[in-house]
């Protein structure tokens, strides 16, 4: 079974950060900039919190809240859900579906953030092994195999 370290492994993004003194306007034109849905929130190189596209809905826009005046350690997402990279992808898909969340951070034995998982990425990996093994089923029943 795979791990979410061989899935990092072949994604090309970097990991986008941000501070817990940013503003939240400063860190959804972040996201926006990047096209991405959370974003991880560091401190002195350290894993504090993650801001994502919920957090801008029900705790600034619900709450009325100045996105201007809001910094993102105000609002973020501090009981947040990790990995390493050891875990397996099913392992981790569970947790997401148990835990309602769609981004996992993946820290090393050490606590250093060597990456970020999402659903999305699991979901590529999950309709990957499909295809692969529709293939390999076509295949034997054709007499291919």
Do not use: W
């Not at 991405?36 to 600034?60: A, H, K, N």
């Not at 910094?71 to 309602?100: F, K, N, Y």
């Amino acid at each position: 079974m795979d791990s979410v370290g061989d899935l990092i492994q072949g994604k090309v993004a970097r990991l986008v950060c941000t501070a817990p003194e940013s503003t939240v306007r400063q860190a959804t034109r972040l996201m926006n900039e990047h096209g991405i849905g959370s974003l991880l929130v560091t401190s002195r190189g350290r894993l504090v919190g993650i801001f994502t596209e919920r957090d801008v809905l029900r705790r600034i826009v619900a709450d009325g809240r100045s996105p201007d005046m809001t910094p993102v350690g105000d609002v973020m997402t501090v009981d947040v859900v990790c990995c390493s990279p050891e875990s397996s992808i099913d392992e981790v898909a569970d947790v997401m579906r148990r835990r309602r969340v769609r981004h996992v951070p993946i820290l090393d034995d050490h606590q250093v953030l060597v990456g970020l998982v999402s659903i999305g990425d699991i979901n590529a990996y999950r309709f990957s092994v499909c295809a692969t093994e529709l293939v390999q089923v076509r295949d034997y029943i054709m007499g291919r195999a």
